[in-house]
C-alpha cells in the first residue's frame, strides 16, 4: 500500500502492461466480464459472480474497495483468497514487479500490483470466467488491459471529478473505454450525455449494445420481506418470480443488468484459454443486441442464484431494535438511490443518521439528499485518512440540517451509540431506525464494529 495510487503518479497502462507480459498474460488465460460505472459496479459484479457461479461456472471475482480484509478484492468461487494464498500471491509476483519498477521513472502502483495479483490467481486456480469491476474511470485503470468478452457500464454520474472530468461527457468518454472491439457493452440506464458518448464508442469498436429500457430491463418490482420480487426481460428470454434478497430500484435494475451481462457471456463467450472477442462474432458491428434464445438462462438457475446474492453495505441491516442499515453510497446519486429504497422498504417513522464521508467528496450534495428523510444526524470519522474531520463536516452539515440537529462525535463507535440512543429517544422501538453511510469505509468499520457476520 505505501506504493500509491496510480492517478498520483501518471495515468497510463504502461507499467502494467509490461508486468502482465512478464507474467505470461494471465489476464488472457480466461474470459473476463468487464464492469465500469459510477455506481451499482460492486453489487452488479456480485450479481453476476452469483449467477455464473450458479450455471457451474469456476469465477474470479475482482472488485474493490474492500469493507474488512484486503482479500475480499479478489474471490475465487465467491469466497475471499485466503491470507495464505494472498502472501503467496504477492511473492509470486514480487520478483517481476521489482524487474519493471526499473524499467521506468515511477514504480508500480498499490492497484496495479493488486490487480496483476489477482489475474494470476485467477489463471493459477484456474478460474472458467473472471468478473473484474474497474477501479475508477476506465480507459487507464489497470484493470483495462484486459478485453472484456463483455462490458458492462453501470449508471454514471459526477464522482471522482478531480481525475476524470467534471462533466458527464468526460466522465463517460473514461467509462467507455473497456468497450473493445467485438465484444457486447450491457448498458445500464444513463442519463442523455453520457449515453450518447458510451453508444458512439459502441459504433467506433463494431461492440454491439444491449441498453437497458430498450434491449433489456425490469418488468415488474413488489416490496417483499428481506428484499423484492422482481420480473425481468432479457436478451433471450423473460425471468419472473424472482426473489432479491437485495433493496430498492437500484438494485432491481443491477439485477437487471447482470442477468443480461450472463445471457451475453452465454450466448457465445469462449471458453477458458481462447480469444474473448470470439463472445460476439456473430453480431453485426454497431448493431444492438437483439439476440434470440439462444443465451436463455435456465429461470429456475436464475431465481436460485439471485436468492443467494448479496452485495454487503449496501442498505444491509446489520441489527434489529433499533433497525440499524449500513450503506456505502458516497456521491448525490447513490445517496439518492438509497434515501429512495429506505424510504420505500423500511416504514421508520424515527431515522437518524450517522456520516463518515471523504474530504473530496460531494459532501454538501450528499447532506442535501439525506436531509428530508433523517431526524437528526451525527457526524464522525471513519479509519480512511481521507475522512473529512467531524467539525468541517458538521459546520456543512449545519448549515443544511440546521445546528439543533446535527451531533458530532470524534469516533464512530461513539456515534454509533449516539444514534441509537437518539433513535429510542420516543420509545417507539418498533419505527426507529439507524442509517450509517457515506462511504465504503464508513460501511466496513461499522459492520467490524458491529461485528455483522459475512453472508448475512
Known amino acids: 500500500m505505501s506504493r500509491g495510487v496510480e492517478w498520483e503518479i501518471d495515468p497510463t497502462l504502461d507499467r502494467i502492461r509490461d508486468l502482465v507480459d512478464v507474467l505470461g498474460e494471465p489476464h488472457r488465460a480466461y474470459p473476463v466480464i468487464h464492469v465500469a460505472g459510477t455506481n451499482g459496479k460492486s453489487s452488479t459484479a456480485r450479481l453476476i459472480e452469483a449467477l455464473l457461479r450458479e450455471r457451474g461456472l469456476r469465477t ?147 461492440a454491439a449494445a444491449a441498453r437497458e429500457g ?59 484459454g481462447e480469444v474473448a472477442l470470439e463472445a460476439a462474432t456473430r453480431i453485426a458491428p454497431g448493431e444492438a443486441f437483439l439476440g434470440g434464445d439462444e443465451g436463455q438462462l435456465d429461470p429456475a438457475l436464475v431465481r436460485s442464484g439471485f436468492a443467494k446474492s448479496a452485495s454487503p453495505g449496501r442498505l444491509e441491516v446489520a441489527r434489529t431494535g433499533p433497525t440499524v442499515l449500513l450503506d ?32 473530496d467528496k460531494d459532501v454538501a450534495g450528499v447532506l442535501d439528499q439525506l436531509e428530508p428523510v433523517l431526524a437528526e444526524l451525527v457526524v464522525t470519522r471513519n479509519s480512511s485518512p481521507r475522512s473529512l474531520p467531524p467539525e468541517e463536516l458538521a459546520e456543512i452539515a449545519e448549515g443544511i440540517f440546521g445546528p439543533e440537529r446535527v451531533h458530532v462525535a470524534e469516533r464512530l463507535d461513539d456515534a454509533i451509540d449516539r444514534a441509537i440512543g437518539l433513535a429510542e429517544e420516543t420509545g417507539e422501538y418498533r419505527g426507529a431506525g439507524v442509517l450509517i453511510t457515506g462511504s465504503v469505509v464508513t460501511a466496513g468499520d461499522a459492520r467490524t464494529l458491529l461485528r455483522v457476520e459475512e453472508g448475512r
Open 214 to 272: 430498450i434491449e433489456y430491463g425490469v418488468l415488474s418490482r413488489d416490496v417483499a420481506v428481506g428484499g423484492q420480487m422482481i420480473g425481468v426481460r432479457g436478451l433471450h428470454g423473460t425471468y419472473d418470480e424472482i426473489f432479491l434478497p437485495l433493496f430498492g430500484e437500484h438494485m432491481a435494475s443491477n439485477a437487471a443488468t447482470a442477468l443480461a451481462a450472463v445471457e451475453a457471456f452465454a450466448s457465445g463467450a469462449p471458453t477458458r
Open 328 to 359: 456505502a453510497a458516497h456521491n448525490p446519486a447513490g445517496m439518492a438511490a438509497t434515501v429512495a429504497t429506505v424510504t420505500e422498504s423500511f416504514g421508520f417513522t424515527r431515522l437518524v443518521g450517522v456520516l463518515a464521508v471523504a474530504a
Open 60 to 206: 474470479g471475482l475482482y472488485t474493490s474497495p474492500e469493507m474488512t480484509t484486503l482479500r475480499e478484492r479478489i474471490a475465487i468461487d465467491g469466497e475471499p483468497i485466503s491470507e495464505e494464498r494472498f502472501a503467496e500471491a504477492f511473492q509470486d509476483v514480487l520478483p517481476y514487479v521489482q524487474l519493471v519498477d526499473g524499467k521506468h521513472e515511477a514504480r508500480l502502483s498499490f492497484f496495479e500490483v493488486l490487480t496483476a495479483m489477482a489475474f494470476a490467481a485467477f489463471a493459477d486456480a484456474p478460474v472458467d470466467v473472471a468478473v473484474v469491476e474497474v477501479g475508477m474511470g476506465g480507459t487507464w485503470d489497470a484493470t483495462n488491459v484486459a478485453d472484456g468478452t463483455v462490458a458492462v457500464v453501470t449508471p454514471i454520474g459526477l464522482d471522482h471529478t478531480r481525475y476524470l472530468g467534471d462533466t458527464l461527457e468526460e466522465i463517460a468518454g473514461e467509462k467507455a473505454g473497456i468497450i473493445k472491439p467485438g465484444s457486447v457493452a450491457v448498458l445500464s440506464q444513463q442519463p442523455v450525455e453520457a449515453a450518447e458518448v458510451l453508444l458512439r464508442r459502441v459504433v467506433e469498436t463494431g
